[in-house]
Structures are given as structure tokens and as C-alpha cells.
């Protein structure tokens, strides 16, 4: 009687099992009545594939690991080739205009002394066209220039006030 109990005991866990694997691998779930030979064989295939599936992903961390440490390195060699006082920054277009109008006036009055004297005149003109047209697209540029020649340009502003 304890050795029935026992083997009763034993295929009970067995039937566990087996409807456990039955549950667990995609291919067994929606069908019933498989054998047991069935359900062992779907499960090999299922580690199987498991098994491959993980080995890629494997591979895959292994390819992304390697890339990222020649992205370091990248960085690295771009960094290393950094001045120590970090980049330096592009003039704004407000100073390369004051530097190409003083180059234009030392270069034109060199040629010519009396140009200095003219240099002196229209300095304010510049100034006042440098800092109010803008060059972000064709339209602003007429926009703001038209604006800039009726404040600044128009023969009243322009006569000597007395």
C-alpha cells in the first residue's frame, strides 16, 4: 500500500510536469491530448531555439560593447586634439564688419590720405547700418536695410543741424 501511494505519488508529479511544459512552450499551449513523447520533443526545440536566440543576443551585446569602445576611443582622439583653452569662438558678423571696415579704410587711405577724412564721416553711418540690417534671410536683408535707410539716411538726418 505504501509502494502504491508512492508510485501514485510519483506519476502525479510526472502529470505535473508534463502539463507544466504544456504551458510553458508556445507550440503545446492551444493543443490537448499530446503524449508525453510529443510534449518532450516540443520542448527540445523550444530550448533549442531559446538556446540560439540567447546566443544572439549574446552576440549582439558583444558587437554593441565594441562599438561603444571605439566611440570611446573616438572621442578620445577628438578630445586629445582640443586646445587646452578650449575652441575658439567665430566672430559675430558685427565684428568681421567692423574688421573689414577698418581693413578697407587703412587699405584706402594708404592709397589715398584724404580718405581717412571720409573714413570719419560715414564711420557713424556703419555703425548704425552694421548693427541695425540683418542677414538671416534675402527678405530681412531688404527689410531691414529700406528700415535702416529711412532712419538713418534721409536728407534731413543726414544735414548738418545748426
Given at each position: 500500500?505504501?509502494?502504491?501511494?508512492?508510485e501514485?505519488?510519483r506519476r502525479?508529479n510526472?502529470?505535473i510536469?508534463?502539463?507544466?511544459?504544456?504551458?510553458?512552450?508556445?507550440?503545446?499551449?492551444?493543443?490537448s491530448?499530446?503524449?508525453?513523447a510529443?510534449?518532450l520533443?516540443?520542448?527540445?526545440?523550444?530550448i533549442g531555439?531559446?538556446q540560439?536566440?540567447r546566443?544572439?543576443?549574446?552576440?549582439?551585446v558583444?558587437?554593441?560593447?565594441?562599438?561603444?569602445e571605439?566611440?570611446?576611443?573616438?572621442?578620445?582622439l577628438?578630445q586629445?586634439?582640443?586646445?587646452a583653452?578650449?575652441?575658439?569662438?567665430?566672430?559675430?558678423?558685427?565684428?568681421l564688419?567692423?574688421?573689414?571696415?577698418?581693413?578697407y579704410?587703412?587699405?584706402?587711405?594708404?592709397?589715398?590720405?584724404k580718405?581717412?577724412i571720409f573714413?570719419?564721416?560715414?564711420k557713424?553711418?556703419?555703425e548704425?547700418?552694421?548693427g541695425?540690417?540683418?542677414t538671416t534671410s534675402?527678405e530681412?536683408?531688404c527689410?531691414?536695410?529700406?528700415?535702416?535707410?529711412?532712419?538713418?539716411?534721409?536728407?534731413p538726418?543726414?544735414r548738418?543741424?545748426k
Amino acid at each position: 500500500s505504501r509502494h502504491i501511494s508512492a508510485e501514485q505519488k510519483r506519476r502525479s508529479n510526472i502529470n505535473i510536469g508534463f502539463k507544466t511544459l504544456g504551458s510553458l512552450v508556445p507550440t503545446l499551449k492551444s493543443q490537448s491530448n499530446i503524449t508525453n513523447a510529443v510534449t518532450l520533443q516540443k520542448t527540445v526545440e523550444h530550448i533549442g531555439k531559446l538556446q540560439q536566440e540567447r546566443q544572439q543576443l549574446q552576440d549582439e551585446v558583444k558587437r554593441l560593447r565594441e562599438e561603444i569602445e571605439e566611440l570611446n576611443t573616438s572621442i578620445s582622439l577628438c578630445q586629445e586634439q582640443l586646445p587646452a583653452t578650449g575652441v575658439p569662438m567665430r566672430k559675430n558678423r558685427s565684428d568681421l564688419m567692423q574688421d573689414n571696415f577698418n581693413e578697407y579704410v587703412k587699405s584706402r587711405t594708404l592709397q589715398n590720405w584724404k580718405f581717412w577724412i571720409f573714413s570719419i564721416i560715414i564711420k557713424p553711418l556703419f555703425e548704425s547700418f552694421n548693427g541695425m540690417v540683418s542677414t538671416t534671410s534675402r527678405e530681412e536683408l531688404c527689410h531691414t536695410t529700406l528700415q535702416w535707410l529711412d532712419n538713418h539716411c534721409s536728407l534731413p538726418v543726414l544735414r548738418p543741424s545748426k
